[in-house]
């Protein structure tokens, strides 16, 4: 995620070889974090189910994971400047596994405390992805770096597609108790109910943070090359003018803002939608698979698009995909039945190079300031925190399903960028 100039000082065979084993362990990582990030989908009806939440009040859960990317960013890189990306890893790792052990205490403490430990843990994968992500292009050759990149971030949306299918056989319980059933209890029958309920996040939580501070372990031991930053580039980003200045930078950092808002927002929502009577009337355990192929279309997607974007040019495979997402968007909005089910898990497939892609077209032509760009369009990640909580507000006010039109909007904007991307596209070519 942080863009910098660098080299590594492992060149020989040897190196080469000794690189297989902490690579192995990166990998290891993005799974995880993105098995992490997609368990929140199945937590938010969970946690809403015990404690009668208002949908506004469930996406705090998002509000307090995605926020911690806008908060903790900036400091995270001052971290990893001072004591190093290895160590950074390692500080990362034991940050969120203290997290995922918050769980167990949350439990019994409440929802605020929950709150609490999504913030914590979100925290230490924010310190993860600044630190990680440069060893991956310095793990090895740098003719195969892109390879390497592919690799784990198909782990990474590997995690994704595992996390929801396997929350909702450890946490999810068969059939989800109503606001209306739990209201008919006596106060010590709902004080057990919550208990009984909460304690199922115990088990998996603990066993995460087992670990991921086995993890922490592996990678304190691992020796890893060194990342030497160049002294050149750092001076000359000093020069005058800002990424700022660049207009396709700020609307792209608006498009990964409202990108990832309604990946998220559309994700938080699945397992409530496809439990409305009118949908698919399934309960939040069998709900949770087809969160699983929501995430998974996003993993396909990736493949497809690669082939893709090598004969045709990224602003209109953008523009193409998040066309898609608004008419699948509105098809499952104003429908009902299976249709509609299906139509709101085939955004996953949509969804799949819409984040790589606008990546690289806002940072398109920044040079010196690519790396400052870069540092902009991470902390626009906490439209993962807004989008959703202002969808729930929908919700609240309107009606469940009327509030897909949220996630509909972001990706009408998306569809400008693409368009007016391709058209700069058409006159650089022309040039």
Known sequence: ??????????????????????????????????????????????LKSIYTLTYVQAMLVQFCFFGAYFLVSMPAGALIRRIGYQKGVVTGLVIAAAGCALFYPASQGGYALFLFAFFVLASGITILQVAANPYVTVLGPASTASSRLTLTQAFNALGTTIGPALGGVLILSAAAVGADQIAAMSAAEQA????????????PYLAL??????????????????????????????????????????????????????????????????????????????????????????????????AVMRYVSPGKTLAFNSLGAIALVLVATFSDGAVAMWAIIAVGLCNSIMFPTIFSMALH???????????????????????????????????????????????LFILFYGVKYAALHRQETAV
């Open 365 to 411: 032509g920044l040079g010196r300031f690519t790396g400052q760009g870069s540092g902009i369009l991470c902390m626009a990640i906490v439209g993962g925190a807004i989008v959703p909580f202002v969808q729930g507000a929908v919700a609240d006010g309107a009606g469940l399903q009327p509030s897909f039109l949220v996630p509909a909007a972001c990706y």
């Open 192 to 203: 057990a109910h919550r208990a009984s309920e909460a304690a199922t996040v115990q088990g």
């Open 209 to 306: 943070a087992a670990a991921l501070a086995v993890l922490a372990v592996l990678f304190a031991l691992a020796r890893l090359p060194k990342v030497v930053h160049d002294d050149g580039v750092a001076a000359s980003s000093g020069a005058q003018g800002s990424a700022w200045s660049y207009r396709h930078l700020v609307l792209g950092a608006v498009a990964i803002f409202l990108y990832v808002g309604g990946e998220v927002s559309i994700g938080s929502f699945l397992v409530s939608f496809l439990g409305e009577p009118h949908i698919a009337g399934l309960t939040h355990a069998a709900a949770s698979q087809y969160v699983s192929l929501y995430w998974g279309g996003a993993l396909v997607g990736r493949f497809i698009g690669f």
């Open 1 to 46: 995620m942080e863009h910098t100039a660098s080299r590594t000082t492992a060149a020989s065979p040897e190196a080469a070889k000794s690189n297989a084993g902490p690579l192995v362990i990166v990998t290891i990582l993005f799974f995880m974090w993105g098995l992490l990030t997609s368990l929140n989908d199945i937590l938010i009806p969970h």
